[in-house]
């Protein structure tokens, strides 16, 4: 009989699974994570898995919504250490769609893997993850109940979707921040008030560049009142259609990401210099979406995100440019300035910078 293996062995063997999984399941965070300082690198690449996992269940097309739900609040349970990872991932593994793709699938399968290694933070670190997973699998929950092609009803609906799937990610991120550095902790409060900001920038950014896609699994985000608005039923639209009232719509939503991703600057710059590695993982993935914004507000006619997805020379553009200008605050915002400068304004962004957006605005 072969003795089992000493715990430390274990979890040993699962941080080394979780790095792994996270190259299948991520290329973008695969790339980014490893730039923060090695005390983060492996509580964010955990909490991104447990966010996956959560995704996984919303976005599984042959579970039905009460198993989604079912699956959403047992999931939480077992974050929060209430429930067997296992049984929970021998449930939900055998109703997966044959569409899952491999890695989503091995994650799940795996599930007791990474809980493992959740379970190992320390009580600060557990409580910003178990958070985020409980806000985010509720309201991801709540939205697939309501999918459709008609889109989201209004601005306030859309503002609420992208705090379910990304603003809490920020305020989560922000929460690890703080709790690795006393002196990012200080300014936590102006942290916070930025980091569903900087989240709903980057989410407007993927619901923009994904609209083609999504409608082909019958969702829609964009908010219906705006384009009813200007003539256009959003239910009605196809691939390429772009006429003067969507695309005028487009045009606002664009501005709307413009002005939070400004605010996921101003967040950039409150950290300290002397923490580059925290600065980089927030400039790449900002610098991105700047890029993909001026890509959509160029083909605003496209038909697939193909179409708008940047390049990878301009991923490693990105990347050497953040490094290279890291701890140059003027020269980033005059560089933000100049590659935001044909993008569309309006009033609601100018209203946005005024930064009405606070943790604990939504549920907590």
């Given at each position: ?6 715990p ?16 299948g399941?991520?290329r ?24 996956r996992v ?18 959403s ?5 077992v ?52 958070r985020?997973?409980?806000i ?24 609420d979707?992208?705090y ?13 921040f ?16 930025l980091?569903?900001?900087f989240?709903?920038g ?5 619901i ?6 999504d ?17 256009v ?12 009232g969507?695309?005028?719509?487009l ?6 990401a413009?002005?939070?991703?400004d605010?996921?600057?101003t967040?950039t ?14 400039l ?5 979406a ?28 990105t ?17 933000m ?15 946005l ?12």
């Open positions: 009989m072969t003795a089992d293996p000493k430390g062995a274990a979890l040993t063997s699962d941080h080394a699974y979780q790095t792994h999984i996270l190259q399941v991520s973008t965070f695969a790339l980014t994570i490893p730039a923060l300082p090695p005390e983060l690198c492996g509580v964010v690449g955990n909490a991104y898995l447990l966010c959560a995704d996984v269940v919303e976005d599984d097309n042959q579970l039905q919504p009460t198993q989604q739900r079912y699956f609040n047992q999931f939480v349970s974050v929060e250490g209430a429930e067997a990872a296992e049984r929970f991932a021998s449930e939900l593994y055998p109703l997966l769609s044959a569409a899952t793709p491999e890695a989503e699938r091995d994650l799940i399968r795996n599930t007791v893997r990474v809980i493992r290694v959740t379970h190992g933070f320390n009580a600060r670190q557990r409580q910003a993850l178990a985020c997973v409980r985010m699998a509720q309201g991801m929950a709540d939205y697939q109940q309501r999918e459709s092609l008609e889109g989201l009803p209004d601005l306030p609906a859309l503002d979707y992208c379910y799937v990304a603003g809490v990610v920020g305020e989560m991120l922000t929460e690890l703080c709790d690795y550095s006393p002196e990012i902790n200080a300014r936590r409060e102006e942290l916070m008030r980091a569903v900001s989240g709903q980057l989410q407007m950014t993927n923009l560049k994904d609209i083609w896609e409608r082909k699994r019958g969702a829609c985000w964009l908010p219906r009142d705006l384009f009813l608005a200007r003539g039923t959003l239910g009605d639209k196809i691939p390429g259609a772009c006429d003067a969507f695309g005028d719509g045009a606002q939503l664009i501005g709307i413009k002005t939070h991703l605010n996921a600057l967040y710059l409150i950290i300290p210099c002397h923490e580059p590695g925290i600065r980089k993982f927030c790449w993935a900002l610098g991105m700047v890029l993909s914004l001026r890509k959509l507000n160029k083909h605003r006619d496209f038909s697939a995100g193909s179409q708008v997805k940047i390049s990878r020379r301009s991923v490693r553009l990347v050497g440019i953040s490094n290279l200008l890291v701890t140059r605050d003027r020269v980033l915002r005059a560089l300035n100049i590659l935001t400068r044909a993008l569309p304004v309006n009033d609601i962004h100018e209203k910078n005024k930064l009405n957006y606070s943790a604990g605005s939504h549920t907590s």
